[in-house]
């Protein structure tokens, strides 16, 4: 059974159409014109529409544009008294699966709408299949492994259920805010819009207005057309602003009307424009000692500190680096891998490191271990480089052995006792930081006396 709305401004034919369609088994309702009918599709999912050409507030082909425009996956089809080549050939064009002339046999009507009921099937299993598409692929970087990631995006998925909402990403530099703030665009109303991502740092101060909010033809030397800025390029959808504590302090001032009144003006313009857009913020730095300092105003901080989301640095979600870096690997391999990705000892180096670029440095890192390792797993080897980075940074230390000597229990004692702290006392991540099962570790622990 198909629901069908039939939309004509006869009651008689929409009478003797849901009649026909109703003999069938389809479930049928009724507009007498396409304003109404384009409330009731938007408020209902339909398998198929009928709709006449000629009638009243919005005609036919109006309503087939506006379906087509928004992507509604629904065929549509064309019935009219008054029908020519013309009429027949602009149906077609606009996106009419068919066309039927008044009046219609009741047999002809049967056959196309079961063939157009057809077509709706497709459409909806190709809908189905890209949401499908979009969430296996949309968020690649995306390893939700650790609690404190899936607390963020469990907050994140809140918010982006309310698509006006400003949201403020707070971080170190490479935590991977700007994945999340896609995560929270895709699974947003606005995610079949666009994303637009700009980094505030790395435009100059002299034209960051104008690549937000665009400027006139003729505004200053070297404008010789009008150009849209991000701002409206965005428009119904998402506005990513990277690094915003760089962004100059009259700049500042603008984005604050723009995201207070939903109006921006280009440089070298008078009039004002509307924009629909969700504008999400993300900084390293810290803005309230920014705005003590008076080169960030407090009236746009509290503005854009709506929703603030912090993402927590590496270090402390080390249970994601071994899955984060196997997912790396994959990314950047050419061809898949059947073996083991990372020796025991690469697994080691990867969670003593202390990751200061955060998710950034390690995809770069097995990027470039990668390279070295070739087809085989990487190995401490491969990522020496980060070892010897880490001693360079903390020098050298000339170890004396004591002259009562080293009490093997004591040391190994002291060695799970620092791969525990290093770990948050996660006794999975601390057993693979030293090599071994997790059972193993848990049997060592209870053997060793006066552990604690």
């Not at 440095?361 to 087809?375: D, M, S």
Request: charged content about 30%; proline content about 4%; glycine content about 6%.
């Amino acid at each position: 059974m198909a629901c069908i709305l039939v939309i004509d401004d006869e009651p008689k034919i929409r009478h003797i159409l849901k009649i026909m369609l109703g003999l069938k088994g389809h479930e049928v309702d009724e507009a007498p014109d396409g304003e109404s009918a384009m409330e009731m599709i938007q408020a209902k999912a339909y398998d198929l529409v009928i709709s006449d050409i000629r009638m009243p507030k919005m005609d036919g082909f109006t309503l087939l544009e506006h379906i087509q425009a928004m992507e509604i996956p629904c065929p549509v089809i064309i019935i009219t008294a008054y029908a020519t080549v013309d009429s027949a050939v602009e149906a077609m064009k606009k996106g009419a699966v068919d066309y039927i002339t008044k009046p219609f046999e009741e047999s002809r009507l049967v056959l196309t709408v079961e063939k157009a009921l057809g077509i709706s099937k497709i459409l909806a299993e190709n809908k189905k299949l890209k949401e499908e598409l979009s969430r296996s692929s949309g968020d690649t970087d995306l390893i939700c492994v650790s609690e404190a990631m899936k607390r963020v995006l469990k907050m994140a998925q809140k918010v982006a259920a309310k698509p006006d909402t400003t949201v403020l990403l707070v971080g170190e530099s490479g935590t991977g805010k700007e994945v999340v703030a896609r995560f929270i665009h895709r699974n947003s109303p606005r995610g079949q819009r666009r994303f637009v991502a700009v980094n505030c740092a790395s435009v100059t101060s002299n034209l960051v207005e104008s690549i937000l909010f665009g400027h006139e033809k003729g505004a200053f030397t070297g404008a010789d057309r009008r150009r849209e800025g991000f701002f409206e390029y965005a428009d119904r959808g998402t506005l990513f602003l990277d690094e915003i504590g760089d962004l100059p302090l009259e700049a500042q001032a603008k984005l604050l009307r723009a995201l207070q009144e939903k109006l921006i003006q280009r440089i070298g313009g008078n009039e004002p424009i509307k924009v629909d857009v969700r504008v999400i913020c993300a900084t390293n730095q810290d803005l309230e000692s920014m705005v003590e300092q008076g080169t960030f105003r407090s009236d746009l901080f509290f503005r854009i500190n709506v929703f603030p989301l912090c993402i927590p640095p590496l270090r402390e979600r080390t249970e994601a680096i071994i899955p984060m870096a196997e997912h790396f690997i994959r990314k950047f391999r050419e061809r898949p891998s059947t073996g083991p990705l990372l020796t025991q000892g690469a697994k080691r180096i990867l969670i003593e490191h202390s990751w200061p670029g955060n998710v950034r440095e390690l995809a770069n890192a097995l990027e470039r271990a990668i390279i070295l390792a070739g087809e085989g797993p990487v190995t401490s080897e491969h990522l020496s480089f980060l070892r010897n980075n880490r001693m360079r940074g903390r020098g050298t230390t000339n170890w004396e052995l004591p002259h009562e000597g080293l009490s093997l229990e004591d040391l190994e004692r002291d060695l799970i006792r620092q791969a525990m702290k290093v770990t948050g006392n996660n006794q999975s991540a601390a057993a693979r930081l030293l090599g071994l099962t997790r059972s193993k570790l848990r049997t060592r622990m209870k053997q060793l006396e006066g552990y604690s």
